[in-house]
């Protein structure tokens, strides 16, 4: 899972930066619809997709990949409705 936090970083980090791949604003969004899908208590599978959706070729989906492949415990976040006490 540590890869996976790592590669997500660094993506962040070139987004920031503008890396000049043309890539950065559908990479932001999707970033960004995977955290709501997790907060929305989706589990970890279905938030990300498949290593795939990210190619394969790029560190987050070879992060996936490893995590997929070792099958380590992935979670799911819930985040309390409105008006409900945590």
């Known amino acids: 899972m540590e890869c996976l936090v790592a590669a997500i970083d660094l993506r962040a980090r070139q987004i920031y930066d503008g890396d000049g791949s043309?890539?950065?604003?559908?990479?932001?969004?999707?970033?960004?619809?995977?955290?709501?899908?997790?907060?929305?208590?989706?589990?970890?599978?279905?938030a990300f997709g498949s290593p795939g959706d990210w190619g394969y070729g790029t560190p987050i989906g070879e992060a996936l990949l490893k995590v997929y492949q070792a099958g380590v415990p992935v979670f799911s976040v819930a985040m309390p409705k409105e008006g409900v006490a945590a």
């Open 22 to 46: 043309g890539s950065e604003l559908a990479d932001a969004k999707d970033l960004a619809r995977a955290l709501a899908r997790l907060l929305n208590g989706e589990s970890f599978c279905s």
